[in-house]
């Protein structure tokens, strides 16, 4: 599905973030841009702004001030591009997920917690390395085996210690068992590394974690969800996550898990609306998941969503960065910032 390689991952993470938000403060003082952190996102150049908390109360999660779009946005306002620079700040100004690879997963869990908690906000995870993961697809890689993913969950859980952080847990890793993708011979393993991993994380004081369950346009009906789910440990999670990295709407993510939650005895559940505002590719499109035409930014990140069972929207798909080797895009999880534009245009 998606590898990113955003973000810095090691111990200096904190002076790294400083660095890069001191960047784009003096850019844009020499700019002559106003800074004003009760703005919304930009929409031209004279209120282009760097990356700054939101309200508690809306969201608690942290924005990176030197995310991949923030730092684009720097450079495009370098060259004098005021315009796309400000159509960046719709991504930049929001809270994203950092993805946690193979590497260094102390580093980077530790990393991000401790610059979220340094500026009074949670951090947001996705842990994705499990083995066989995106089973030979345009994320391949993972884990070598169930006790490589072991130690490194044990690492990037001892990273998080007790500071707070939100996880989304191994995206696809359900939803491929379901659809045949992943062999059946790796099953069994897998559902016990993620019982194992739910188990670890909710051992921590402050972390929350949801199992991802796929999209309504993946596993249907949502009934073949629910008994994976059981077998992974949602008992112990918080909830379970949808439509990540996909562009299903939020109403129709909201039908699919209000049935599953309902299967689950009344799990709540998130919704990712990174890249939703649009809509699916409409028509018969092959691998209408991957790097689509069209599409937009969605539903900001909140925790106001109206919905007593739906814990917040959030963007866990990182917007901007490709879904892989497809439709002219580059490698998965590579920034590519002509889709980004596009995404940000195409905001309502």
């Known amino acids: 599905?998606?590898?990113?390689?955003?973000?810095?991952?090691?111990?200096?993470?904190?002076?790294?973030?400083?660095?890069?938000?001191?960047?784009?403060?003096?850019?844009?003082?020499?700019?002559?841009?106003?800074?004003?952190?009760?703005e919304g996102p930009a929409t031209g150049a004279a209120s282009l702004r760097p990356p700054s908390q939101?309200?508690?109360e809306?969201?608690?999660?942290?924005?990176?001030?030197?995310?991949?779009?923030?730092?684009?946005?720097?450079?495009?306002?370098?060259?004098?591009?005021?315009?796309?620079?400000?159509?960046?700040?719709?991504?930049?100004?929001?809270?994203?997920?950092?993805?946690?690879?193979?590497d260094d997963p102390d580093g980077q869990t530790r990393g991000f917690t401790e610059a979220a908690a340094d500026a009074d906000r949670e951090a947001l995870l996705v842990l994705y390395n499990i083995p066989h993961r995106d089973c030979g697809q345009y994320s391949r890689g993972g884990a070598a085996d169930?006790?490589?993913?072991?130690?490194?969950?044990?690492?990037a859980a001892s990273g998080?210690?007790?500071?707070?952080?939100?996880?989304?847990?191994?995206?696809?890793?359900?939803?491929?068992?379901?659809?045949?993708?992943?062999?059946?011979?790796?099953?069994?393993?897998?559902?016990?590394?993620?019982?194992?991993?739910?188990?670890?994380?909710?051992?921590?004081?402050?972390?929350?974690?949801?199992?991802?369950?796929?999209?309504?346009?993946?596993?249907?009906?949502?009934?073949?969800?629910?008994?994976?789910l059981r077998r992974a440990g949602i008992d112990r999670a918080d909830g379970f996550a949808l439509n990540v990295s996909n562009f299903q709407t939020t109403d129709a993510s909201k039908e699919y898990g209000h049935r599953l939650s309902e299967l689950l005895g009344g799990k709540h559940f998130v919704i990712d609306t990174s890249r939703n505002g649009n809509g699916p590719l409409s028509g018969d499109h092959d691998k209408a998941w991957c790097n689509p035409a069209?599409?937009?930014?969605?539903?900001?990140?909140?925790?106001?969503?109206?919905?007593?069972?739906?814990?917040?929207?959030?963007?866990?798909?990182?917007?901007?960065?490709?879904?892989?080797?497809?439709?002219?895009g580059p490698?998965?999880?590579?920034w590519w910032e002509p889709y980004a534009l596009e995404l940000a245009r195409n905001a309502h």
Request: proline share 8%.
């Open 1 to 38: 599905m998606y590898r990113s390689r955003s973000g810095r991952p090691r111990r200096g993470r904190r002076a790294a973030v400083a660095r890069g938000a001191a960047a784009v403060l003096v850019l844009l003082a020499a700019a002559g841009c106003s800074t004003s952190p009760d």
């Open 54 to 56: 939101l309200p508690k």
């Open 58 to 102: 809306r969201t608690p999660f942290w924005v990176n001030p030197d995310g991949t779009a923030a730092r684009a946005a720097v450079r495009l306002m370098k060259d004098g591009n005021a315009h796309d620079a400000a159509l960046l700040q719709k991504i930049s100004a929001r809270p994203v997920a950092e993805w946690v690879g193979p």
């Open 146 to 155: 169930g006790n490589a993913y072991r130690a490194w969950l044990e690492k």
């Open 160 to 228: 998080i210690g007790d500071r707070r952080a939100t996880v989304i847990l191994e995206p696809d890793a359900l939803p491929h068992m379901e659809d045949g993708c992943t062999p059946q011979q790796f099953h069994e393993e897998r559902y016990a590394l993620l019982k194992e991993a739910v188990g670890r994380l909710k051992a921590l004081p402050h972390t929350r974690v949801y199992l991802d369950a796929g999209n309504p346009s993946w596993v249907t009906p949502a009934d073949r969800m629910a008994e994976p």
């Open 294 to 328: 069209g599409r937009a930014l969605g539903d900001p990140p909140t925790v106001r969503t109206g919905d007593a069972l739906v814990d917040a929207f959030l963007w866990v798909k990182r917007p901007g960065e490709s879904d892989g080797a497809c439709r002219g």
């Open 331 to 334: 490698d998965a999880g590579k």
